[in-house]
């Protein structure tokens, strides 16, 4: 083989990438700090309850739902941990002037650091779901389909949230305003907005935020229906209450534009972005 | 002649400021062309356009006759670069980076291993190889970033001041390497703010002022067109009137000029022979001679005339 002239094809480059990427999470410890996350959320759900004589819920479905409620923020932190500072860091930390000048294209950086962030993370959640399968499905001697589903939509939520961190990497100066803008963004600004939408009665579908709802949604049984009521205040004035439930493939198809829009726009910036200072 | 680095009105502006204006170079196989001018001349930022770490706003760059803007991947293959204080991740070691760097470019398993050997043996890293580049000084970095660039045996060098961030022994070595590398028949293009450096390590050099290209030829000739050398004759006692005109009277002197007590400043346009003679005759007359030495550079009064005289 002739080393000088035989360029290697995009996708080995791409395996290259990722596996690099992968070594420098586990290097870098955040891997093993989530993990850390993971595994002290569940067993602080598992044994918290029976420590204060308190019976587990009756129904698998019910018990699992407050330990789905924790993976928004299980997805938050492996979105602000592997993918906030992915892109950002090659020109805050001057690394591109040794990696860009080489026969590669950027786009295939972006995907390798995007594809290593996913898997790292779908490890993540899966350690999450496979300890609530086994401990949680061991008390009730059963797991609900559902479960399953919610697992799938976790995994969408995942992959939207990861190209919104990768979009805001790809636009952001510093890694230090990147990484605060995502976890922010998905912790405080867009449910603050939610909130805000759906108290003047407008259902916020198209929140990406909203849409993960569904992970926990998901196993109720029968799928909880938006609704209002009136709620009387001070003064015998009543004000309307509304409460909405995001719909199921409506979020899929949010989770899955978000994905799209926020990872091709990311790489269409980061391919244009110019390494300079 | 093969053209091997070719830019055609190259130039970049940034916020509508020209940091090149229109530059247009070609430069052929297996030299070593120095790229001086002062800050802000566009030395770095032609340097980025070559290695796609910025894009032209007009005008295009090649590499071996290949558009880097339009085939960057095709175009960079055989070329190894250093940018700035290179900066690498620092999680991995020496010998992590260049296998990364190497599997990039689709050298095998067994070919990075020997070649990452080799490399940091050349730029004398091979005790550091497996600690992390987070704990390495600015010195090591600009090292490891001249190994990475010489890992897969390039054609073509691309180094922007390649002995910036270098103590004087490092900076020395990679002198020592780039002349080791001319020997081996590539194409080097190295920006300098140096000037020694370029005139004692280059075959040729260009040079660049507010972005446009205002000399470039072979450092040989830099002599012809300065004219006359200067040189400096230190000597024990000062030098008499009659001695000062005998030495005047000289082949190849042009004019000498007591300019401090004991110090005599010639202009010189003879032959090395005469000026051999011209200090063989002052070593006879009974002159006591401290040193007999070229003042100043040629490239350095070239720079000097063009820089400053474009100001």
């Given at each position: 083989m002739d080393h000088k002239t035989m360029a290697p094809t995009d996708f080995e480059q791409l395996v290259t990438v990722v596996r690099y990427e992968i070594f420098s999470h586990l290097r870098r410890r955040r891997l093993w700090a989530i993990l850390a996350i993971v595994f002290i959320i569940f067993f602080l759900i598992l044994l918290v309850p029976p420590a204060y004589g308190v019976d587990y819920p009756p129904e698998f479905g019910m018990y699992s739902q407050v330990y789905l409620g924790f993976t928004g923020i299980l997805v938050l932190l492996c979105a602000t941990f592997f993918g906030s500072d992915a892109l950002v860091s090659e020109f805050q930390h001057k690394t591109g002037f040794v990696?860009?000048?080489?026969?590669?294209?950027r786009s295939t950086i972006a995907l390798g650091k995007f594809s290593a962030s996913m898997i790292a993370s779908i490890l993540v959640i899966c350690i999450y779901y496979g300890l609530i399968a086994l401990f949680v499905g061991g008390i009730y001697k059963a797991i609900d389909a559902e479960f399953a589903y919610s697992f799938l939509l976790a995994l969408l939520y995942l992959s939207s949230a990861m190209g919104v961190a990768y979009l805001i990497s790809s636009v952001m100066k510093g890694t230090m305003g990147s990484t605060v803008l995502t976890f922010f963004l998905f912790l405080l600004i867009l449910p603050m907005i939610e909130g805000i939408l759906s108290f003047v009665g407008v259902k916020p579908w198209f929140f990406i935020t909203f849409a993960g709802g569904t992970i926990s949604y998901i196993m109720n049984v029968p799928y909880p229906q938006d609704g209002s009521f009136e709620m009387t205040v001070g003064g015998g004035q009543t004000m309307t209450i509304y409460e909405f439930y995001p719909d199921v493939w409506v979020s899929i198809a949010v989770m899955l534009g978000y994905l799209i829009v926020c990872l091709t726009l990311a790489i269409l910036r980061f391919n244009r972005r110019e390494m300079v200072g | 002649m093969r053209e091997v680095i070719k830019t055609v009105g190259l130039t970049k502006k940034y916020n509508g400021f020209p940091a090149l204006d229109e530059l247009t170079l070609t430069i052929g196989p297996d030299v070593c062309v120095g790229f001086i001018g002062p800050n802000g001349a566009g030395k770095t930022t032609t340097i980025k356009i070559l290695t796609n770490l910025i894009r032209s706003t007009a005008g295009k760059a090649y590499v071996e006759g290949i558009d880097i803007r339009e085939n960057p991947k095709a175009a960079l293959m055989n070329v190894g670069s250093v940018v700035e204080i290179p900066e690498f991740?620092?999680?991995?070691?020496p010998i992590e980076t260049l296998d990364y760097l190497g599997r990039l470019r689709g050298m095998d398993k067994e070919y990075i291993r020997d070649r990452s050997k080799r490399v940091l043996e050349q730029v004398h890293m091979e005790e550091w190889?497996?600690?992390?580049?987070?704990?390495?000084s600015k010195g090591m970095k600009q090292r490891l970033g001249i190994a990475q660039a010489l890992l897969h045996e390039p054609t073509v060098l691309i180094l922007d001041e390649?002995?910036?961030?270098?103590d004087p022994r490092g900076m020395i070595e990679v002198r020592e390497i780039i002349k080791d590398l001319k020997k081996e028949k590539r194409t080097i293009f190295m920006s300098s703010h140096l000037l020694y450096e370029a005139q004692e390590v280059c075959d040729w050099v260009a040079m660049v002022d507010k972005g446009r290209l205002i000399y470039f030829d072979e450092v040989e000739n830099i002599g012809k067109l300065m004219g006359p050398k200067k040189i400096e004759l230190q000597t024990v006692e000062d030098l008499t009137e009659s001695q000062l005109d005998t030495l005047r009277a000289s082949e190849g002197v042009a004019e000498a000029e007591a300019v401090q007590p004991k110090v005599v400043l010639l202009r010189f346009d003879g032959s090395n022979e005469d000026r051999a003679e011209v200090l063989a005759k002052l070593v006879g007359e009974g002159v006591g001679v401290v040193s007999f030495k070229s003042s100043g550079m040629e490239l350095e009064d070239l720079y000097m005339s063009m820089i400053e005289g474009g100001r």
């Open positions: 990696i860009f000048p080489n026969p590669v294209k | 991740y620092p999680y991995l070691t190889a497996t600690t992390r580049i987070g704990k390495f390649p002995t910036s961030g270098l």
